[in-house]
DNA sequence: ATAAATCTGATTGTTTTAGTCAAGTATTTT
DNA sequence: AAAATACTTGACTAAAACAATCAGATTTAT
């Protein structure tokens, strides 16, 4: 799970849907491009993500436009991010290399474990229903126990060379 | 505060030195490039930041090497990676755009500098000497308090677009 | 039919990052 | 003094990731 401006935009995205998708109306993407000054053609790829990511359903044709999949307060920022992120990265030997060579772990190894694990617990423990609702202090949050969690959060983008 | 495998290397480099110096000998870049599997000419750039950082120090000809400029309990992964990064980003206006238009902050402001600061809490609160201990558990630290938090940690490279 | 929307693919441009190169300077050892 | 060691610096290159675009196809309400 990368952190990228992408996500940003796709957790804009979402928000706006939520607070203007009024009576049952879909919000169009052309709706969401002015709102949230972000231009159609890249809110068409992102919405390709969310809506293979089971975030958003979609409407077609005139008076169209998408809805969210479920309610605001069962879709997590984690949730956003991770389908915005999604289409490449299914390489074989994913996390053979990481940084730790030959098998065994490199001295920072649980260091970036933990980090990772840190960030996550954070997006996953604030939903769009949150952030939608002011009055949520999103700095005193309640978190999951460590132990539930599963997916991580990586800092590089590369990997290291030898000499 | 940008997290890139940059900032890896720059830990595992220091974490190498706080390992390996022993008995008031400096440690060579060449001796940290074969341990850690890091590029000698990417060392040396990576170490250009550090010392202007003022996280270590430098013995130069034979014999020489590198120092930690203080104790590894005073030297936070915050420290390091904010070094590293340091270079650039010195222009003007920098945080007038921050996502939000023309003066009014955006739904998710408050989410976003959540995060930078819940991520800032752990690297701050994570010291050199705790990721050579490997008795540590990184994933219950005790943090410091949220008001204490200054500097942030930025989700975006790029600004967004207009239409 | 037409227009409003989503959908799809392919592609482009730009920035950032990772990494290199070459030429220095300082210091110690011999 | 010479030579070797190691840091120092600036400039440069390559490649990846990212942001963004474009052209066209499809669906559906009116």
Known sequence: MRLTSKGRYGVSAIVDINNHGKEGKPVTLAAISERQFISLSYLEQLFRS???????????GPGGGYFLARPASEITIANVIQAVNEPIRTTLCENAVRGCHRGKRCDTHELWDAMGKHIYRFLDAVSIEMVCQKEVDLNNLELKPVE??????????????VS
């Open 50 to 60: 969310l809506r293979a990511g089971g975030l958003v359903r979609s409407v077609r």
């Open 148 to 161: 539930d969690i599963v997916t991580e959060v990586r800092m590089e983008q590369k990997i290291a060379k």
